[in-house]
């Protein structure tokens, strides 16, 4: 998705056929998590239709929800959740960043004030709209090649397998055409405060991470933050628009919140220890590509010689360690072109 969205378009709307598929599948694999009375985390697996996590709060007036999920359904899911715990309307839903993941369930909320950081809001009308025009075209492209294929078609075990396919693919373009994309109406520079009842709400934007726009949503008297993808617990972050160096210090912003509980984008809540490994992986990631830098040596050398740690060999989206290595040392190699010193700070040992 022109290094836009952090799944490729391609993959993205061909796994909206996929959830069409299995609605049920997100439902199950979603887990309602109570953090007090009133603030909740929907942790998603993976592999459902959801993608991304989201979480919602009861406020006095109105509930707000944090992130939207991957797809309208998974979104109405979430609304499902919410209902099981009240029926006071949902007023704001708060977009972390632009990522489909985190926002195509937002037509779920027509009623709701979508709020976002002003480049969030920017990049989903620069790149997600288009983006979602053009894989409509694609599909409809398809779509008419496959009509005029079967009209030609003689082969009665083929002309079978055609109308299948057209099948299938007329439900992947009729899901896309019921995707409607909401962009955020309400933006932020670097903060905002929504002050509904007795909670002190905070949307904060720490720095470039993920994206160069992400915000979190802090709760300081419950010590919650929810993270949006800044932070990824046990998972191998994704840099198709990261500076990593930059996410680096953004997170230890993160840190300096007074928060125990972290709720990542992608993973399980964490706590301050996770968002700390979290850090470690960059450090160990940046470790092992400097020498290569320093010593002049090509990325080729880098990607094919370079290995995992043992110790993150649990961790999820390990396909994207290579992006992750390549990254890095196009980083550092920016770094020592400029003249600025490559290596990290160093830390004690042991
Ligand atoms: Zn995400």
């Not at 037509?107 to 409509?136: C, M, W, Y």
């Not at 694609?138 to 009209?151: E, Y």
């Not at 934007?205 to 993808?229: A, K, N, Q, W």
């Not at 198709?240 to 210090?249: C, G, N």
Request: glycine share 6%; aromatic share 8%; hydrophobic share 40%.
């Amino acid at each position: 998705m022109t290094g836009s969205n952090w799944i490729p378009a391609v993959f993205l709307y061909a796994a909206l056929l996929g959830c069409n598929a299995g609605l049920s599948a997100a439902d199950e694999n979603a887990q309602l998590i109570r953090l007090t009375e009133d603030i909740y985390a929907r942790i998603v697996n993976p592999d459902g239709n959801a993608v991304g996590n989201s979480g919602f709060i009861i406020l006095q007036r109105g509930v707000l929800v944090f992130d939207t999920h991957f797809t309208p359904e998974a979104g109405r899911q979430l609304l499902e959740d919410i209902r099981t715990v009240t029926f006071k309307p949902v007023r704001y839903v708060v977009n972390s960043h632009h990522h489909p993941d985190h926002t195509h369930g937002n037509q779920v909320f027509p009623d709701a004030h979508v709020i976002a950081n002003r480049g969030t809001r920017e990049n989903i009308l620069e790149k997600d709209l288009p983006s979602l025009d053009r894989t409509i075209q694609i599909a409809q492209t398809q779509m008419d090649r496959m009509r005029n294929t079967a009209l030609k078609e003689t082969d009665p075990d083929r002309l079978d397998t055609l109308k299948l396919e057209i099948r299938s693919q007329q439900d992947y373009l009729s899901t896309l055409l019921n995707l409607k994309i909401v962009p955020p109406l309400v933006v932020l520079e670097d903060y905002m405060s929504i002050q509904d009842g007795t909670l002190d709400v905070r949307i904060r934007f720490l720095g470039p991470g993920e994206t160069d726009t992400g915000t979190v949503l802090y709760i300081p008297s419950e010590r919650i933050v929810f993270c949006g993808d800044l932070f990824f617990k046990n998972a191998l972050p994704n840099i198709q628009d990261a500076d990593i160096l930059k996410w680096m210090e953004t997170l230890e912003k993160l840190l300096q919140l007074e928060a125990d509980r972290f709720v990542p984008g992608h993973g399980i809540v964490g706590n301050r220890r996770d968002v700390e490994n979290f850090i470690t992986y960059f450090e160990d990631l940046r470790s092992l590509v400097e020498p290569y830098v320093s010593r002049g040596e090509g990325l080729d050398r880098a990607l094919k010689e370079i290995r995992m740690p043992a110790k993150y060999s649990g961790y999820r989206f390990m396909n994207f360690f290579r992006a992750n290595v390549q990254k890095m040392f196009t980083e550092l190699k920016t770094l020592q072109m400029l003249s600025i010193p490559i290596e990290g700070p160093k830390k004690p040992k042991g």
